[in-house]
C-alpha cells in the first residue's frame, strides 16, 4: 500500500484522472481524506515536538518538518480548490468561493515551496 502522505502527487494526479471520468465522488473523497491525514499528521508532529523539547527536535528541525509538511497541505488544497472550481463551471457563486479559498491559501502557507506558490498564482490568474 503506498503510504498518502508520501506520494501526494500520485494521489492528487489519481483523483485529477477520476475527475475527468466524471466520477467527482471518488475524486473528492481521496482529496478530502488526504487532506484530513495530512492534518492529523501535523497535529501529531507537533505534539512529539512537544514531547521531546529537550531531545533532537531544533527550531530550525520544526520549522523544516512544518514548511514540509504545509506544502503538502497546500497541493491537496490547491487540488481541492481546482476541482470545485471546475466542477462548477456554470455556478459563479462557488467559482468566487473557490477564488476565495484559493486567496486565503495563499495567505496562510507563507512557508510553502516557492514553485507551489507560483503555480497557485498562476491557477488564481486564470481562473
Known sequence: ????????????????????????????????????????SQELLIKDIAEKKDAHFSEFTLAEQQAKINTKRAKVELAIYDAAYTNNINNSQNQEQATFQ??????????????????????????
Open 1 to 40: 500500500m503506498i503510504d498518502k502522505k508520501e506520494e501526494i502527487d500520485n494521489y492528487i494526479d489519481f483523483a485529477k484522472m477520476a475527475q475527468d471520468n466524471h466520477n467527482t465522488e471518488l475524486s473528492s473523497r481521496i482529496l478530502l481524506e488526504l487532506r484530513e491525514e495530512l492534518k492529523m
Open 102 to 127: 484559493l486567496e486565503e491559501l495563499i495567505k496562510k502557507y507563507t512557508d510553502i515551496e516557492p514553485a507551489l506558490l507560483s503555480t497557485c498564482y498562476v491557477k488564481l490568474g486564470s481562473w
